[in-house]
């Protein structure tokens, strides 16, 4: 069974363009994250949700734009597609709580390029 | 601002030639530092998470020890299925992680 699930797992799509990344988990987390991975490997945070809300969102476009409808499923929506949007986008889900903090699991990754 | 630095940024060892990669960082508070390893094509895996200076974690021929401003990560005897590259990064007070830029390592039969 995966635990973090992605669709699609690549995605081309010209500029302009809108498009969504769908992530399942069946960890039964409480959290779940959206990151971007560049070409040059750097793994950066975009959002982060803990039971469906909002808890971490960083420096992020407001063209992107992240939909949890439950706490198993964090969708992301990204408007106006960019070529600089080309990247890896990866979903993960981790439990959630205070200190001591937990690993995360990822999913398998959304290549995403804009042409 | 939180920073991770890894090095080198790449490794190639010879099967059975032990080495270690160094996690530099520097954040508001660490509260976990993690390592975790990326096969090409694929979403990190979790390897080990360290809390406080000391600390050190096994997994078969990895080996992960943390002081107040590094980690390393030792391989020992390393075997051709260990090639991939290995990601740190470091979880802060204001509960953000951040991620180093990686160590791709190689390991030739």
């Known amino acids: 069974d995966t635990a973090v699930s992605q669709t699609p797992k690549y995605l081309v799509t010209q500029m302009g363009n809108d498009k969504s990344i769908k992530c399942e988990q069946n960890l039964g987390h409480d959290t779940m994250y959206w990151y971007k991975q560049d070409s040059k490997k750097f793994l950066k945070i975009m959002f982060s949700y803990n039971n469906k809300e909002l808890i971490i969102n960083e420096t992020v476009p407001n063209r992107f734009s992240p939909k949890s409808p439950d706490k198993a499923h964090l969708n992301l929506h990204i408007n106006s597609l960019e070529l600089g949007d080309s990247a890896v986008y990866f979903c993960?889900?981790?439990?959630?709580?205070?200190?001591?903090?937990?690993?995360?699991?990822f999913g398998p990754g959304t290549r995403l390029t804009v042409t | 601002e939180d920073q991770v630095t890894q090095s080198p940024e790449a490794l190639r060892l010879q099967e059975g030639e032990s080495s270690s990669l160094n996690c530099s960082y520097t954040?508001?508070?660490?509260?976990?530092l993690f390592w975790y390893r990326q096969d090409p094509g694929k979403g990190p895996e979790f390897l080990f998470t360290?809390?406080?200076a000391g600390e050190e974690k096994e997994k078969e021929r990895l080996k992960a020890t943390l002081t107040k401003k590094e980690s390393f990560l030792h391989i020992t005897a390393p075997k051709p299925e260990d090639s991939a590259t290995y990601l740190c990064a470091a979880h802060s007070n204001d509960y953000k992680l951040s991620f180093g830029a990686g160590t791709t390592v190689t390991v030739r039969a």
């Open positions: 993960a889900s981790s439990p959630y709580g205070p200190p001591p903090v937990y690993e995360q699991y």
């Open positions: 954040v508001s508070g660490l509260r976990g």
């Open positions: 360290l809390y406080s």
